[in-house]
């Protein structure tokens, strides 16, 4: 367990209360309306296998200061990669040009704040041999190999990173952090008669070393063989508009990129999505719930705390059908006259926190799978997505459907792959008919990208039905 505390956070950094003070006081002093500092320090470690054999270990260290100040709609934004005083108070005075009237900064009372924790650990990777991880990685590529006979090839990777967190503001928040990441990646390529085909699965999670065992080994090298196997059975079906039932968990994806963007509040705020007129309104069945949540236990898209400061928080966007918020940082909040919903998130402390989701999902309703399926004449299920495209503002997409199933009159028949499916999310989610009761977060890697920042997320879907969309088939 780790165990942090004011006074060795401080410590971390080679920082005191009044540094911070001094900093904050000259980020403000040419009249900006609120400053604060994210200091960040980050282990980051990767093993990988490849022909049987780990042959890559690497390791990096990233460490330093962001300083931001705000004024009106504006933002200044400087960062260090140290935390020497002087270097801090360059880097604020350059955030300060933002703002041009000088203003009598009031003097700033600290208040220590603390956040429930949803990612304790037993053993920080920061313990954690090399020798350590090898065998597990060695396990998972051996276990890949006996599971089937036409497996010629596996790719095996783990990385894990720790970040020391501390974050204080012009409001006098003064929090820190102790952030775990841990992922698993297991490939394998398998051939059938000179027939070649892939299939992967990973796992990511908020934890230490105690993420390795024999059962994450076991879990990520059958779905590995199995994906891989189904392969050589798949069809490329017969394309066109039909409904579509998508499957519990990674499905999740449709709603994250094709939906849960648009409602992201800078985009709303700047009038880019088509949501931004939207607010309080009904937008889709009565029966849909869609939250962002960063308080699941040890998921991915897990915090604590944002990257500015606001307490962690399930927030619900859409209830019983109705737009009930965006996804907001501080600069949206004020704009609305709303609280921020802790979606503040950046890359690292080179970048200005922007509204981000943290695990997106649909809450799952009171219809099993086997009866929405039941359902469908003639159309696809689709289970495992890879990539896509996605237009933010309209939120037309395509994504790449790697596997998933023919439904023919309420049954699934044959494996199919390789389709792409179109559509529009916000049309797709008021065409969701029926919602399954098998609500799933999926565990996998996913990292979400915008404004050429990459942070860790998660999201999750019961099985549900969309009553069109066009799939991209032969």
Known sequence: MIDLNRQNILQHFSVNENDLIRVINEALDKGGDYADLFFE??????????????NRASSNID????????SGDQTGYAYVENTEIKDLLKAAQTAASIASAPLKVNPIEIKETHFKNYYKIQRSWLDVSVADKKSFVQKLNDRIFELDARVIKASVSLNDSTSYILFFNSEGILTWDYRP???MYGSCTMDQEGRIENGYASRAYRKGFEFLNNDLIETLAKEAVEQTSLMFEAIKPKGGEMPVVMGAGSSGILLHEAIGHTFEADFNRKNVSIFSDQLGKQICSANINVVDDGTIDNTRGAINFDDEGVESQKTYIVKNGILESYLHDRISAKHYNVSPTGNGRRQSFRYAPLPRMRVTYMEEGNTSEADIIASVKQGVYVDNFTNGQVQIGAGDFTFFVKTGYLIENGKLTQPIKDINIIGNGPKALADITMVGNNLKIDEGAWTCGKDGQGVPVGQGL?????SRLTVGGE
Do not use: A, K, W
Not at 462 to 466: K, M, R
């Open 63 to 70: 460490f330093g200061v962001g300083v931001r100040v705000i």
């Open 181 to 183: 990441m841990s992922i």
């Open 462 to 466: 019961p099985s549900v039905l969309v």
């Open 41 to 54: 320090h980050t282990f980051s470690n990767n093993i990988s296998l490849r022909d049987g054999e780990v």
